[in-house]
């Protein structure tokens, strides 16, 4: 299935936001080149794709994060790393079976559910953390 980014799940970061939509598209070309029934080769080129901006955008996170002192970063990193093993792991039993229909299952529930719900909890802690901080920021100023 494919997933669409939604308002609803923006995280009230402008950066973020663009960076899901792109991690969403990524997704969605991956299922899209299964679904049309392309070369093996080409969906896990696809996959890895994917794998590779999960790993930009976590990268980009996790900085802006430490940038604002975000309390509960150990604890969203901890998440990162887990997404990332699950899709390095998928990966590797794309490899080895072929992009077979329950592994496509497996990859889509992981963007719908996992994601989706990793953005609309842990993300969007951020957009507030920082929101928080600019309003102090601003209440500093004389
Ligand atoms: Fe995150």
Not at 7 to 30: A, C, M, P, T, W
Not at 94 to 104: A, T, V, Y
Request: hydrophobic residues 35%.
């Amino acid at each position: 299935m494919k997933v669409e980014w939604l308002e609803s799940l923006s995280v009230g970061v402008e950066e973020i936001d663009r960076q899901h939509k792109l991690l969403f598209d990524k997704y969605n070309d991956f299922f899209t080149a299964y679904s049309e029934g392309r070369s093996d080769e080409e969906v896990i080129r696809l996959l890895s794709f994917l794998e590779e901006y999960v790993a930009v955008h976590f990268a980009n996170e996790e900085r802006l994060q430490r940038l604002i002192g975000f309390p509960d970063y150990q604890k969203h990193l901890k998440q990162h790393q887990e997404l990332t093993r699950t899709v390095a792991e998928l990966k590797e039993r794309f490899k080895k079976q072929g992009p077979d229909p329950s592994l496509i299952t497996s990859t889509g529930l992981l963007m719908t559910g996992w994601l989706i719900e990793h953005i609309s909890v842990m993300d969007r802690a951020i957009g507030r953390f920082m929101k928080e901080v600019q309003s102090r920021g601003a209440g500093e100023k004389p």
